[in-house]
């Protein structure tokens, strides 16, 4: 079963807008994490925010995690083209082993 | 390049018949998973190895399915009399472990259609 639903399902929007992406879990975890998929190909880590940690930045990305709330966004800044994909929200558990969500998918026009 | 590696990338095979993808994990990785992906939806845990020890299995992981590590590198999954349901991407990720959190790095997957 998965632990995360992301919202919204899918997202279209102009190149040089922000994207904001959210995902709720129903467990307690260790960290939560997202990654992004291109159509057909594997999955790309692309930030990891630790229970303890309310907001984290890596280039366009800012992520911020509520942990009394159950939820997580993801914000993608200045999008491009090539952010065009789908992204999902991973918690961690025990063993490391990741449960996702079913995704959002991102679909940025030029 | 994330350094996982999966052979085959596609395989179709009749309803019935066994079939057996490969995964090539990073070199200094000790753990390595197994997650199934199924058309709009997130990966789905199957299995997951430190080294060569199997410690634990999804109830997904139906009795049909076998997965080995045996020298703690590269990991086979075998699905026996495969069912149409059985069509998924599969993919493989490995991670450094065990203790702290870490990202784990995910091979481009082998989709499988049973027809």
């Known amino acids: 079963s998965q632990q995360g639903e992301e919202d919204p399902q899918a997202l279209s929007i102009q190149e040089g807008e922000n994207a904001t992406m959210n995902c709720s879990y129903k467990?307690?975890?260790?960290?939560l994490q997202w990654y992004r998929q291109n159509s057909g190909r594997g999955l790309v880590h692309l930030i990891l925010i630790r229970s303890n940690e309310r907001e984290k930045h890596s280039g366009r990305l800012r992520v911020t995690l509520d942990t009394s709330k159950k939820s997580s966004s993801l914000l993608i800044t200045a999008s491009r083209a090539a952010d065009t994909a789908s992204y999902f929200c991973a918690t961690e558990e025990y063993g490391n082993k990741l449960v996702f969500g079913a995704g959002t998918i991102l679909r940025v026009k030029s | 390049d994330t350094g996982v590696s999966q052979d085959p990338r596609h395989k179709i095979t009749k309803r019935g018949q066994n079939v057996t993808f490969r995964c090539d994990p990073i070199?200094?990785?000790?753990?390595l998973y197994w997650y199934r992906q199924t058309l709009g939806q997130g990966p789905e845990f199957l299995t997951y190895f430190q080294n060569e020890a199997q410690l634990e299995k999804s109830r997904l992981l139906s009795d049909r399915f076998s997965a080995e590590r045996p020298k703690g590198s590269f990991s086979t999954l075998e699905i026996q009399r495969t069912e149409q349901g059985d069509s998924a991407m599969y993919l493989c990720a490995s991670s450094l472990g065990p203790g702290a959190s870490t990202e784990q790095y995910f091979g481009p997957g082998t989709r499988l259609t049973v027809t």
């Open positions: 467990t307690s975890i260790n960290n």
């Open positions: 070199s200094e990785h000790n753990r």
